[in-house]
Structure formats: structure tokens, C-alpha cells
């Protein structure tokens, strides 16, 4: 089987992909510490900002790539993670608020111009997407899309499947703190589950384990996926480190938040805990294990499973 692969990965090992300083050595030895930790393959994620901003950080990394064969066998393509988002309280998380933006087809064509070929998946709010334009652009140019950081209705989420949406970025999170009982996000994600790849951040924080297996219940193993959200501090410890212009504050625990604020900022998960904790605390035989962190991974965006090249 081939290693574990990422669809959203900040930084790692104290680089940080959001960020517009970032050095080649850094984004190499990011790269080399992966592939120590198991992952063959990963999405490297780009989170709100300008469009200006967005584009001269991908096209940074697209150098990168060009540049250094060992960067390139590993940073498989791009996530852009907004900034396309809602502002509704709470569905920002630890997004620059004042950074969303509407979804565009136009700011999104500069997106996917500025990756090069290799925009694999984005994420946005359906419920800002006019006319589902943009999710309609972006899906017939081969671009995965995400329902994140969002709250669409019901009848606005099976609208933007049938536009091509198939996917949904870290379910319960990114979202309210408080939430009606039965008719919120995630019970509509995972009514709907049949028809996306759900992914989650099984770290114990984002989403409490014993939650974490009722959803797993719901959406299967066949359908899900496990994300890291890495930031720059994984593997560094407690501190202060940086998730683009924001300073994010790691605790003893190993959880990142922005500083001085409630909201978790990405993770300091790695994969070889990711597995580790879905055998520890969900149960998880080897076969579920890689589906959720290798197979399925690939198969969200369109990747052979096997080899890990475009199918």
C-alpha cells in the first residue's frame, strides 16, 4: 500500500505553507519530515487571505515544486481553504473574518491560474456562491469542492451537489458553537452522506472521539476521509507559532488556538497518531485505517489509489 496522504496540511515542522516567507529549506524539510512520518503524498493548504495574497503563495509553492524534485513527490497539488467562506459567527473559525469574500467565478479563475495545473480542491460556503457559479466553474475544470466554514440550508447543499460540489471539509467544525438539535450542518452533511467524502480531524479535540464514531457510523469508512489540518508546530511542541499572519498559541496538550481566543487553529496532528488514534479510540481494524488515511484520500480527488497519479 502506499503511504498515508493528507488533503490538508498548513505547514509541518515549523513551515508554514500560509505564509508569504516561506524558504524552500523550510518547505524541504517540511517534505522530508512527512515522509518519515509515513505520508507519500500530501494537498499543501492555503488558507484566507487576498486573492493577490492566495496566488503569490501558491505560485511560491509552484517554484518550490519545479525547483526540488523531493518537494514536488510529495506536495501532490493545492488546497485553498477560502476565502470564500461564511462570516456567520463561528463559521470563520480562525479565518481572517475581515479576509471573506463572496464567491466569484472570476476570483477564482486567478486561483486556479495562479496553482498552475495542480488546484485540487477547494473549500467554500455554498450559501455564498451566487447562482453556485463558482462551484459550477471550479468542478468542470476538474477541482474538487468542499462545503466548509459554512451553514447551508438543506435544499442549498443538495443544489450544490448537483453543481458539482462532492465533498465536506472538516465536518463539525468550522460552524456555530451552539446549534440547533436536529435541523443544523452536520445533520445535514451526513444526510446527505451517499452522495460526498466526508472528512474529519480526528484528534480528540475537533471532534470528541465518542462523537467522532457516531458520525464515522453514519458516513462509513467507504465515504470519509481523516485529515491532520497541520499547522507549522506540528512536531515542535507548546508555543507560539505562526498559521500565516496569525500567531497561534500550542498548549501542553499539544491543541492550537489564535492567540488569546477561543477558536482552535488547525492541529498539531500527525499521521502516525492519526492511526493511532482511530485503532485506540474508534476500534479500527488496518483495512478501515488505510481507507480513511490512503485509499480514500486519493479517490476524493481523482488520484489512482495505487500509484497516486491522476486517473
Keep these: 500500500m502506499p503511504g498515508s496522504f493528507d488533503l490538508q496540511i498548513n505547514g509541518y515542522f515549523g513551515a508554514d505553507f500560509c505564509s508569504r516567507d516561506l524558504s524552500i529549506e523550510a518547505c524541504r524539510r517540511a517534505c522530508d519530515a512527512l515522509v518519515a512520518d509515513g505520508v507519500s503524498g500530501i ?16 505560485e511560491r509553492l509552484v517554484g518550490f515544486r519545479d525547483r526540488d524534485p523531493a518537494i514536488a513527490a510529495v506536495i501532490a497539488g493545492f488546497h485553498v481553504e477560502g476565502p470564500f467562506l461564511s462570516r456567520v459567527p463561528g463559521c470563520p473559525g480562525a479565518h481572517d473574518a475581515g479576509r471573506i469574500v463572496p464567491a466569484t467565478v472570476a476570483a477564482a479563475a486567478r486561483i486556479v491560474d495562479a496553482a498552475g495545473g495542480l488546484l485540487r480542491l477547494v473549500t467554500l460556503a455554498p450559501e455564498c456562491d451566487a447562482g453556485l457559479a463558482t462551484t459550477s466553474f471550479l468542478s468542470r475544470r476538474g477541482v474538487v469542492v468542499s462545503a466548509g466554514h459554512c451553514d447551508p440550508t438543506l435544499d442549498q447543499l443538495r443544489a450544490a451537489i448537483d453543481a458539482g460540489l462532492s465533498m465536506v471539509t472538516h465536518l463539525g467544525n468550522g460552524c456555530a458553537l451552539e446549534l440547533p438539535r436536529h435541523d443544523n450542518i452536520i445533520q445535514r452533511a451526513l444526510a446527505l452522506h451517499e452522495r460526498l467524502w466526508i472528512c474529519y480531524i480526528p484528534d480528540g479535540v475537533h471532534v470528541p472521539f465518542f462523537a467522532l464514531k457516531n458520525y464515522l457510523d453514519v458516513s462509513g469508512v467507504e465515504r470519509s476521509v481523516m485529515v491532520t489540518d497541520a499547522i507549522s508546530a506540528a512536531k515542535l511542541g507548546p508555543g507560539r507559532h505562526s498559521l500565516g499572519a496569525a500567531e ?12 488569546g481566543a477561543r477558536n482552535l487553529a488547525g492541529s498539531t496532528l500527525t499521521m502516525p497518531l492519526v492511526r493511532e488514534n482511530l485503532r485506540r479510540h474508534l476500534g479500527l481494524d488496518a483495512r478501515a485505517i488505510d481507507l480513511l488515511v490512503s485509499t480514500n484520500p486519493r479517490r476524493a480527488i481523482g488520484l489512482d489509489a495505487e500509484r497516486g497519479e491522476a486517473a
Design 43 to 58: 494537498l499543501a493548504t492555503v488558507i484566507t487571505d487576498g486573492i493577490e495574497g492566495i496566488c503569490a503563495k501558491l
Design 248 to 259: 497561534v498559541e500550542v498548549d501542553a496538550a499539544g491543541v492550537a488556538r489564535r492567540t
